[in-house]
């Protein structure tokens, strides 16, 4: 039986780790890889070419592909993923949901459309995944958390239960979020921050306990190291 072919958008860490994750998966023909950088243009990336930009998607539909993944990471700011996301599904490309073996997801967890959940990440009963959320490495998301579309959940970073989390935002690696806490939209937690109160939409928190430092419109935050990938 003919594995569905798909394309990669993002030819970066990001996409190296999906990559791999897709590999033990064995469901999907990774066909190759679109990046805007054009010096990536007829490299590979292990061992897929990266075929050229966005632009292409058109003519790679033409030729079968009919799935891609976002290989397109983030460290504060989503707006670049949830347009690259969008246009995809525009030129009629289906996202393609990337779950590491590795992972656990409570079968009574609900997940939206081209999600991650990579290695060691855990996500409990009843949690509830908007689309295209990265739950990265060794990252946990307890029972009856509520995460919004285009989140990151950095590695190692860990919402206890009832979390909710808005759409776009950003919890950094090895943030510790605790119960019944509310993140707003397009938030950004600094990474070890440890939040015992909600935070507001459009604000960076870093620090222990996690204190509001600036509007999160810069998309820069340097009090503690953020990840890449």
Known sequence: MMKPKVIGLGAGGHAKVLIEALGKMDTYEVVGLLDAKSSLHGRTVLGLPVLGADEMMPQLVQQGVTRFFLGLGSVGDSTMRQRVFQRAIE????????????????ASARVGRGICALACAVVNADACLGENTIVNTGSIIEHDCVIGAHVH???RACLAGG????EGSHIGIGA???????IGRNAIVGAGAVVIKDVPDEFVVAGVPARIIRPAHSRILNPAPMEKG
Do not use: D, F
């Open 153 to 155: 959940i950095a590695p």
């Open 91 to 106: 030129y009629g490309l289906e996202p393609v949901s990337v779950i590491h073996p590795g992972a656990w997801l409570s």
């Open 176 to 182: 510790l979020v605790r119960q019944n806490i509310r």
């Open 163 to 166: 979390v909710s989390v808005g």
